[in-house]
């Protein structure tokens, strides 16, 4: 049997494998390598990292329009929305930002065939668009059912008050997207419908463009509905005041840019917007780093914000959403969005963590967060950083209290014991700054810099006191039990090559039986990570 010895080498490993007398084996000139998944001793802490300039997705998804015909849209205007009183969903601690309204005019796709009017292009392709609005509405985004669309057709979105700031995609992407819902065991239509970017007004156009010798036949899209954004999400443009843009978050939050010494934290930070059957929502995740620093875009937050593959493909990241300055009103002018969705690696209640993968990349400047996947002692100092009510990025400072057992009771609020088993799934968190608010969930909680919770809930009594209690999902468990597999995967390297050394004489006599000569060799392979 080979015995293997492991030993650090800067990023890679090194395997050595000794020969011990007595092994059996092949053929005589035969070589063979063993491929073995081998963890290295257990990752429990990895530093963070930062996207660098130029690590972008090579084509952005939003450009300004090259020079060409406009077509004039058709028109759906929606009348006067009333807001619902309460969101009946599975978000709670989500913040609900937006309902869904029906659109009976394009609820088919022949509904939608009658009102595009298709424009001849010189390429020989054509193209029509419709353009929505919804009265009164802070943002929309458009529920776009495919059952068919051509792979090389061209989908834009963009407002008519701004045509040249286009939202492009493809035919293809957006299957590939739908794909991903249906393999994950959706079969609804849901799983069929392409949410659009948020658009930050009450209008947005959808137009389509279909290349030569394809007809308009060959389209099997609908729009039986949009969500109406009621609170003012938008990403002002620079200078512009964005306290009013935004949900104001209660007056005990603190501003995230008055402490620079959080700044590499501030950075992994990231506002989520998504759709669930129609209804918008606004929670926070981190950006993750991974034991190699590969960059894949791996994001934490809470399974009660997105727990299926449907929800998580509508999901758009708003990135370095702060202020400019320490207490100004001016939005930062890093802030920038990710529109592409993600791909759902884990969820689970037992913690209250989501994994993901975002399907674009993040922004340059933007940090991949470090984290401990260590069980953290009481009283241990933590920082949570977090979009209250979809608001300016705000911090928290506090300690940790002591672990909590929580289960979900059957109205949606939660019940939670403390507990010292070991397997308690969640930290009470004491602030003695700043608050948490909805549309927090999902936020992390970082001690020594790193990552080690995820916030579940609070009690809402009284939001600005010391004694509130607030509930963070614990890293160490969540990693054990799912998210190293992807933070710290085995590694795949092969032990050894076997081979004769030549000139030693054959392995085996003329009669078959081993020689007598020197026994083969195992090679020492350095295998990279």
């Given amino acids: 049997m080979a015995k293997g010895k492991w030993m650090a080498r800067g990023a890679a490993l090194v395997v050595v494998a000794s020969l011990?007398?007595?092994?059996?084996?092949?053929?005589?000139?035969?070589?063979?390598?063993?491929?073995?998944?081998?963890?290295?001793s257990e990752v429990l802490q990895v530093d963070s990292a930062v996207q660098p300039a130029g690590a972008e997705d090579a084509v952005s998804r939003t450009k300004q329009r090259a020079a060409g015909p406009r077509v004039e849209p058709a028109r759906v205007a929606l009348p006067a929305f009333v807001r619902p009183k309460a969101a009946q969903s599975r978000h709670d601690g989500a913040r609900w930002v937006g309902d869904a309204r029906a659109i009976e005019a394009t609820a088919t796709a022949d509904g939608l065939?009658?009102?595009?009017?298709?424009?001849?292009?010189?390429?020989?392709?054509?193209?029509a668009a419709v353009s929505f609005a919804s009265e009164d509405a802070q943002g929309l985004r458009l529920g776009v059912r495919v059952r068919q669309i051509p792979d090389e057709a061209v989908v834009r979105v963009y407002r008519q008050?701004?045509?040249?700031?286009?939202?492009?995609?493809?035919?293809?992407?957006?299957?590939?997207?739908?794909?991903?819902?249906?393999?994950?065991?959706?079969?609804?239509?849901?799983?069929?419908?392409?949410?659009?970017?948020h658009s930050g007004a009450s209008e947005a156009t959808l137009e389509i463009e279909l290349p030569a010798g394809v007809p308009a036949a060959a389209l099997d899209v609908a729009v039986p509905a949009l969500a109406h954004l009621f609170e003012n999400l938008s990403l002002p443009p620079e200078g512009a005041q964005a306290a009013k843009a935004v949900g104001d978050a209660i007056a005990c939050n603190l501003d995230a840019s008055c402490f620079d010494e959080y700044a590499p934290q501030r950075d992994a930070v990231a506002r989520m917007l998504f759709v669930d059957n129609g209804k918008a929502y606004v929670c926070t995740g981190t950006l993750l780093n991974d034991r190699d620093a590969t960059r894949t875009p791996y994001f934490l937050s809470a399974n009660h914000c997105i727990a299926s593959q449907t929800v998580a493909s509508t999901l758009q990241t708003d990135w370095f959403f702060r202020s400019q300055a320490c207490n100004s009103a001016t939005l930062s002018p890093?802030?920038?969005?990710?529109?592409?969705?993600?791909t759902l690696l884990y969820a689970?209640?037992?913690?209250?963590?989501?994994?993901?993968?975002?399907?674009?990349?993040?922004?340059?400047?933007a940090v991949f967060a470090a984290w401990d996947a260590g069980p953290q002692a009481e009283s241990a100092a933590v920082v949570g950083i977090h979009h209250p009510r979809g608001d300016l990025q705000k911090i928290s400072t506090g300690s940790i209290m002591g672990t909590l057992a929580c289960t979900n009771d059957t109205d949606g609020s939660m019940l939670c014991d403390s507990s010292t088993d070991a397997s308690a799934g969640y930290y009470d968190v004491g602030f003695d700054r700043g608050t948490v608010e909805d549309g927090s969930s999902g936020s992390a909680i970082f001690h020594g810099g790193r990552v080690i919770g995820t916030l579940y809930g609070f009690a809402s009594s009284a939001q600005c006191s010391v004694d509130d209690v607030r509930v963070y999902g614990r890293f160490d468990l969540a990693y054990q039990k799912a998210l190293k597999q992807w933070l710290s995967p085995p590694v795949s390297v092969p032990v050894a090559w076997r081979h004769p050394a030549r000139g030693f004489g054959a392995p085996h006599g003329p009669a078959g039986r081993r020689g007598d000569g020197p026994a083969p060799f195992w090679h020492e392979w350095l295998a990279a990570r």
Wanted: net charge negative; charged share 15%.
């Fill in 20 to 40: 011990v007398s007595g092994c059996g084996g092949g053929g005589g000139g035969d070589s063979g390598a063993v491929t073995v998944s081998a963890a290295p």
């Fill in 113 to 127: 065939q009658r009102l595009l009017q298709w424009t001849p292009l010189a390429n020989g392709g054509m193209k």
């Fill in 161 to 197: 008050d701004r045509p040249d700031a286009v939202y492009e995609t493809t035919g293809q992407a957006i299957l590939q997207a739908i794909g991903r819902n249906i393999a994950a065991g959706d079969a609804s239509d849901n799983a069929r419908t392409w949410w659009t970017p």
């Fill in 334 to 342: 890093r802030s920038t969005a990710r529109t592409g969705g993600a």
């Fill in 348 to 365: 689970s209640a037992d913690t209250d963590t989501a994994l993901l993968r975002l399907n674009e990349a993040p922004p340059p400047g």
